[in-house]
């Protein structure tokens, strides 16, 4: 194999600019599929309250954009600019369009890089937490409103790139794509199977960060 044909190595920047591209797919939209705000507010319509939205939302996400049939409709329309695997930018399109949603739920910009930057962080489920901690940031069940108002762009840049290691480690192993160890996915490039236990923690995650906190008093 020659250096022409070999493929690159997946690498903390590729993620962040995979993420960059889903997050304007997910809210600009792409033929065929809801924009983040506009599969927002069809579950507005619902008439119910904002946390019912959001988990109607996560378990739609966690079922019918569980299928193969659904992400291989996406496989050629997320092709992006960097050596993603299809499946992988389908996943990533779908989990970053469903946490967006979640947030333009919960009444913010969507075109607010602070509020992007938060997007990335649900990316990490679990671990956002961890990755607020390690800049400094101290969460309390407060979270959001205040933080977000006073989030810079020194934070917004340390956000994006923590989020952009946490999501290598589990998208590659010492920088080579291993779609064995990729969490949103499980098997291989074809038909690769959405995991929904991730996409639920990642949904749960979007929830309480730019829906639950706002219902705090």
């Known amino acids: 194999m020659t250096e022409e044909t070999k493929p690159k190595e997946l690498n903390q920047g590729m993620i962040i600019k995979a993420l960059d591209y889903a997050y304007d797919k997910a809210i600009n939209g792409i033929p065929g599929f809801d924009s983040a ?9 619902n008439g119910d309250d904002s946390i019912n939205n959001c988990n109607s939302l996560i378990r739609w996400q966690n079922t019918k954009a569980g299928t193969s049939g659904f992400l291989t409709g996406l496989g050629g329309l997320i092709t992006m600019p ?22 333009y739920i919960g009444g913010y910009d969507l075109k607010d890089d602070r509020v992007k930057s938060l997007v990335y962080l ?56 291993n779609l064995g160890k990729a969490v949103p996915i499980v098997g291989g490039i074809i038909g ?15 929830r309480k960060t730019f829906v639950e906190t706002k219902n705090i008093a």
């Open 82 to 103: 960097v050596a993603i695997p299809a499946n992988l930018a389908s996943v990533m399109y779908v989990q970053i369009r469903m946490i967006a949603s979640i947030a």
């Open 122 to 177: 649900c990316m990490a489920g679990n671990g956002a937490k961890d990755i607020l901690k390690d800049i400094g940031i101290v969460v309390g069940r407060k979270l959001s409103t205040q933080m977000i108002a006073n989030i810079s762009g020194k934070t917004i840049t340390a956000i994006n790139q923590k989020v952009g290691f946490r999501l290598l480690t589990k998208f590659g192993e010492k920088g080579a794509i």
């Open 37 to 45: 705000q506009e599969m927002a507010e069809n579950y507005m319509k």
């Open 192 to 206: 690769g199977t959405f995991d929904t236990v991730t996409t639920n923690i990642i949904g749960n995650t979007a």
